[in-house]
């Protein structure tokens, strides 16, 4: 929900101003593989200008530790309680010990 700024006066005026160009962070998970490139998975939901956005990098990590994003990817829905599910549905993927990938996920 966007912040509202409360005015103790008695002039008060009749539109409050809201911060709509900060997104409000409403979950995140960093996971990261077991594999020679110690590939890496960052996923973040969020509010955004009255929308709910999933937003993820992935990549892998150097000998010197900085991460290489080779990719970024964004989606957009209209309500929290589907933007969660998807949300819920890739972690669970992702983490899943049964995947046919050779590449499985953990949490830090």
Do not use: H
């Not at 110690?38 to 993820?56: D, P």
Request: aromatic share 12%.
């Amino acid at each position: 929900m966007p912040l509202q700024t409360t005015i103790n006066s008695a002039d008060t005026p009749r539109f409050v101003q809201i911060d709509l160009f900060q997104p409000t962070m409403i979950d995140r998970i960093y996971l990261v593989a077991d594999s020679p490139k110690r590939a890496f998975y960052r996923m973040c939901l969020m509010y955004e200008s009255g929308q709910f956005v999933i937003s993820k990098q992935s990549g892998y990590k150097k000998g010197n530790g900085f991460e290489v994003v080779t990719d970024k990817r964004r989606w957009v829905y209209d309500g929290l309680a589907e933007a969660r599910k998807a949300f819920d549905v890739i972690v669970r993927r992702k983490t899943d010990p049964g995947r046919k990938s050779p590449r499985k996920y953990r949490t830090i």
